[in-house]
């Protein structure tokens, strides 16, 4: 999160208040007189385009706004550096600046009618789409981040120091096409050392280029109350985080070997992370593993999205704590999605793709005989009705008398002591 005063997180939280937007479209003067009011948008996320709580994303942030001009064609604009500055009145009548970031313009830029172009443009991670080469890398995870940057064009803003393997030393060997048929880019080699430490690539403000984490921060970066949104939704699953692993290919040989911490993962959602090339050359492969899994299993969270009235100092990442109405004392919440608009609204997310990658341990599977259930679906399938035994941390079966498992009664576990249930992919809860 942007660090910004007392006097202005009092002023954007108020009413009413007064802002403006200043900036640079190459050797263009940027001001509210030529943008289009409603037309200002940023928008940019931490995570895959599946919006699975994966590792490793490193996505290009977009910005855009209707440019008031009736001389210029689109193209005049295209490859043009903008610069933007949220400008918050204080009550003491100074203004409180906050960069909105460095953008290039792209080619989707278009003529929208005779007197606006809709601009378009990307900020510095579209810069790292450029071709690799063919000259190798043997050294520290961080310097071969920083090794991208330099070869980017981009500088290096810094990483979390609480993200996993940062003394990890990785290797990038184009010679070989165990690299090359994953690496083509500067972009694909950073998205594997990012996932290799259990963090996301961003660029920040500055241009530069930051590795953050999407671990819950004990205290939380800002505080909102109802008063401040205007609506929010809540997942009625929480996300924990119950191990990782990875298939990796053993150095020249076609053979594979499963990587997972922990063995034999108690419950929770499991990150199934895509094979990393990076990982082939490194001896303790199960330390890398356990070392990203550690990290990731703090994290825990309902999935949320808040609609506010504003707020440019928030970044992806930040931890943000709701409290009051469908909140009740307060939902903490870590930004995977941001979608900021001028004098709009500002949409916040925390999204995990609840159903993918459960881990169900055989061990833990109760049989029929635990629970009263219904032949279904003209004698097809199974409904669960209840749940009689006596475990406490159990998996929900997939068969039961030879037949699939379709639907749970909403109160299966009413009255129980069950503190965690995994239920299968494509079993509905029948209320």
Known sequence: MYNTSEAYRAAIRAPVRSCTVTGTLGTLALSDSNIQSGTLYIDNQAVSDDNDIGLGACVIGEMGFDLKDSEHIADYYFGRSCKL????????????????????????????DRETISIQ???????????????????????????????????????????ANLDLQVSYLPQFTSYTEYITTWRDLLKYLCQL??????????????????????????????????????DDKMLEIGGAQMVVTKYLLDETMLLRYPTNPDGGKLLELPENPCMRFISDKNIVIENIAKNAMKMRYRPMEAELFGDPSIDLGDTIRHTGYICGDGETMIVTHCRWQYRGSQTIQSVADMSAGIYIPEIEQTTGTDY????????????????????????????????????INATCFTGKSVSRVVIPDGVKIVR
């Open 372 to 407: 009263v259930y219904t032949i279904i679906d003209s004698g097809t399938a199974v409904r669960l009705d209840y749940y009689i035994g006596a475990a406490t941390h159990l998996a929900v079966p997939k068969i039961v008398e030879d037949k699939p498992v379709t639907e």
């Open 85 to 112: 500055t949220y400008k918050q009145l204080l009550p003491d009548g100074t203004y409180e600046s906050i960069p909105l970031g460095e953008y290039t313009v792209n080619n989707n830029t278009v003529r929208k």
């Open 197 to 234: 430490v259990g963090g996301f690539g961003t660029i920040g403000r500055d241009g530069k280029l930051y590795v953050r984490s999407l671990v819950q921060k004990s205290v939380p970066d800002m505080v909102i109350d109802t008063a401040n949104r205007k609506k929010t939704s809540i």
């Open 121 to 163: 443009a990307y900020d510095n991670m579209a810069k790292f789409d450029t071709p690799t080469g063919f000259k190798p890398y043997i050294g520290g995870i961080v310097d071969g981040m920083r090794l991208c940057c330099s070869n980017a064009g981009v500088k290096w803003g810094g990483i979390d120091p609480t993200l």
